[in-house]
């Protein structure tokens, strides 16, 4: 399959906020009418903080990290330390509940994992990203090694072993039924083959299972997940082989069930004399029906309205090639792919190949920007309003300024960086989102911090929280609007 499942955490160089133009931060205009409390977390030792990242429970009250002390590794959640090992992994799991964690463990050359402060049971080796929580909290799983074999731990019972085994393990919604991706080695063959298992059943076996994949609906009546024969792939639904493309993304259920969109690709179908014709079109696939070609379709950016009406995407068109020269000059605007440095004459060049980022919405090309953020879309509850993240391409310093975009609207301020994916309020009146040190919510700003470490969770339309850094302290902040 050599697939890999990706993990996101808050990371950051805590030497990285001495750089901040501080000057700048001096001018922001802190909105008076909120309501900030803190409550300490924890205290911070940032010298021993292993790779100075850290992991936020979904309820973004909790955090943990990993500490070096001499030779040894221990976890702190919540300022409590835990048990000393020789090394603690870098995948720390919350349960959905946020009232639980899991992480991988080694000591005396063995590997184990500890779930609530509790040792399991020592193996040659654990897939550190097969750790995951069922819905409920309460059911817990990961893939284990041992004499050479695969096979998976459900709640500490071992089941049937295989030569490999797939990163993406998934309880369904109602807690009952769980699949994960496992290998064969046919030998007679010569080749591997990667298939399915639900609840112990081994479904079809084909050349890959893709990334991410299975996926179950949101009531876990359904399945769905990418396969591969030979060169096409292909998703299946429930059981069933779709059409196949030269690629495709991760399946996404609608709220209601009864609708999955996802990416696909197609090569050969560009201008035979064009210079991006090896490249792949991309398109929707939604319902079973092929949409609108694009040169790109941004990942993490498909999305169903809560009434599952209305869909949106992110997209990339119109391939351009420009040069830069040291005068600054350009002569497109577009998301930067590629970049590379040439001389003509005595002159440096500077060349680009660029594409126009644009969010799809209910089938309608919007405005478009030099890029459109991964994991920033979002449908508000009342499925009236649609907020996501804008580029825009910055020549001189060549970064990006993120803006967010509300329906057809001009972009906010823009900023360095936009951290998280835009959080409406449960009436939909108010949109919060965190940009480094601060968090902001209607475009009026809260107080700085060294750095926001969660995202905003609501607790009522009018109050929300988060985590912040500040000096050597984690802090939970509240506010009231």
Known sequence: ???????????????????????????????????????????????SWVQKMAWVSPDSKHICYVVQEGKQQ?????????????????????????QRLAYLASQGGKQFVVVDGREGKRYEFIGEKTL???????????????????????????????????????????????????????YAAGKEEWFVVLNGVEERRYDGISTDTPRFSPDGKRMAYGAQKEEQWFMVIDG????????????????????????????????????????PEWFLVLDGKDHRKHDNIVPGTIVFSPDSRRYAYGAQKDFQRFKISEGGKRDAAGTIDLNCFTIEGDEVIRKFIVQSGYMVIDGLIQKSYDGIGS???????????????????????????WGIVVNSGEPTKRYDRIDCTP?????????????????????????????????????????????????????LIEEKI
Request: charge should be negative; charged fraction near 25%; aromatic fraction near 14%.
């Open 74 to 98: 221990y976890v702190v959640l919540n300022g409590k330390e835990g048990k000393r090992y020789d090394f603690v992994g870098q995948t720390l799991v919350f349960s959905p509940d946020s």
């Open 132 to 186: 995951v929580f069922s819905p409920s909290s309460q059911r817990f799983a990961y893939g284990a090694k041992e004499d050479g074999q695969w096979f998976a731990v459900i709640d500490t019972e071992e089941q049937n072993k295989y030569d490999g085994l797939g990163p993406q393990m998934v309880f369904s919604a109602n807690n009952k039924d769980f699949a994960y991706v496992v290998m064969e080695y046919d």
């Open 240 to 279: 069933v082989e779709g059409k196949r493309y030269h690629a495709i993304g991760v399946p996404v259920f609608s709220p209601d069930n009864r609708r999955i969109a996802y990416k696909a690709a197609v090569m050969g179908e560009r201008p035979a004399d064009s210079w991006y014709r090896l490249m």
């Open 375 to 401: 994991n920033t879309v979002v449908f508000s509850p009342d499925n009236i309003n649609i907020a996501y993240a804008s580029g825009e391409w910055t020549i001189w310093d060549l970064t990006y300024k």
């Open 423 to 475: 959080v409406f309020s449960s009436d939909s009146q108010h949109l919060a989102y965190v940009s480094g040190r601060l968090v902001i919510v209607d475009e009026k700003y809260g107080r700085m911090y060294d750095r926001i470490l969660s995202n905003v969770v609501f607790d009522s339309p009018e109050a929300f929280h988060y985590l912040a850094l500040k000096g050597a302290d984690i802090y």
């Open 1 to 47: 399959m050599k697939k890999m499942l990706s993990v996101v955490v808050f990371s950051f160089l805590l030497s990285g906020c001495a750089a901040v133009d501080k000057a700048y931060f001096r001018k922001i205009a802190i909105d008076p009418t909120r309501d900030i409390s803190e409550t300490l977390i924890s205290a911070v030792d940032l010298y």
